[in-house]
């Protein structure tokens, strides 16, 4: 955002909208599919990089080159800690005033952040997120109906 803001003489405004623009030019392409047709795709172009989920990275580190950000290397650590700069919690709205009204939501919610479903051997696991490291403390807030705002 720094180097936007000097190219375009400290415009807030202009500075973000060029940084939310999507690219037309060619360099970078919109790939709809999985994460195999990117791999796919991209293989054997000089200079091509693509995005990929943690869990797909680590299943073929044989052949995928894996970039740092500011030295940090993308791993199951590094994201649970919020170190790796470019991960971000998936974040599950519920409103409490909704619980008891709408037949079943709560144990929705439970369900959701279960084990089965969040934990480290569950479904989200295996398509590359990283279980919360607080998990057992999310569960317990979602049991007591603990109305959770940004930081908890």
Known sequence: MEAILG??????DAAEEACMNIRTDGASVDIDGDYTET????QGEEGAFGVFGLAFYENNTNIIKVSTMSGI???????????????????????????GEIPGLKEY??????????????PLAAYGLVSDPELADTQQKVADEVTMGSGS
Not at 7 to 12: K, S
Request: charge should be negative.
């Open 7 to 12: 190219i375009n003489g400290g415009d807030e």
């Open 39 to 42: 791999l796919t795709s991209i």
């Open 73 to 99: 290397a993308p791993s199951t650590e590094t994201i649970a800690s919020g170190e790796y700069p470019v991960s971000r919690p998936l974040f599950f709205y519920v409103k409490k005033q909704h619980i």
């Open 109 to 122: 919610a439970s369900f959701f952040v279960s084990d089965m479903v969040a934990g480290p051997q569950g």
